[in-house]
């Protein structure tokens, strides 16, 4: 189970303007259920989201691909550097969009979306301490994220998830805002939002 809150910024900043492809039907900007409507259309995208859209210039989802990723952790009783790369998330074509929030005035869109069943395979080298335990290491990993997580937070969960949580949403909206910065620069506000 992987939930994250992402925020993108600047949403309003698009520049280019080009026509939808015909099986995306925008959401009414002015729409009282707006939220509902964006999560309708991205729900009704998931069976093309696996293999990608490549005119919208949003890679497959099954497999995601994550060339690398960097964590640093430097305070608190969770304390670590890690690095992972040649990342290949699958099954996240199986995300559960639970919430958008859409702010034109911002502008921003905060995004809760859940990943039940990720699996992810790469290689990973860390080096730090979790409470007064030191970790080190590096290799491939692989397996579900949920069973990796609870393996190695099966005691004192509660305060190591307090301490890493705002790096994993960080490090998650990333990811995801990696995924959707084609679609952002290819379309304007106008094109995904009916004024």
Request: net charge neutral; charged share 25%; glycine share 6%.
């Amino acid at each position: 189970m992987f939930k994250s809150h992402i925020i993108f910024c600047s949403l309003l900043a698009f520049v280019h303007c080009r026509n939808l492809p015909s099986y995306i039907k925008p959401c009414k900007k002015n729409d009282p259920n707006l939220e509902k409507c964006v999560i309708d259309l991205i729900n009704g995208l998931k069976p093309r989201l696996a293999n990608g859209l490549p005119e919208m210039r949003i890679p497959p989802l099954d497999p995601f691909k994550v060339p690398f990723i960097k964590l640093d952790q430097g305070s608190g009783s969770v304390n670590f550097k890690a690095t992972f790369k040649d990342i290949i998330a699958t099954n996240g074509k199986n995300f559960k969009l639970n919430k958008v929030k859409i702010d034109f005035e911002e502008p921003s869109i905060t995004v809760d979306i859940f990943f039940p069943l990720l699996k992810i395979d790469g290689e990973y080298s860390i080096n730090g301490k979790v409470l007064v335990v030191p970790i080190s290491g590096n290799g491939k990993f692989y397996g579900n994220f949920c069973e990796t997580t609870n393996n190695f937070i099966n005691e004192n969960w509660r305060e190591i998830i307090e301490e890493i949580k705002p790096l994993i949403e960080d490090t998650a909206g990333e990811v995801v805002y990696s995924v959707i910065k084609g679609l952002l620069d290819l379309y304007a506000v106008e094109d995904l939002f009916i004024m």
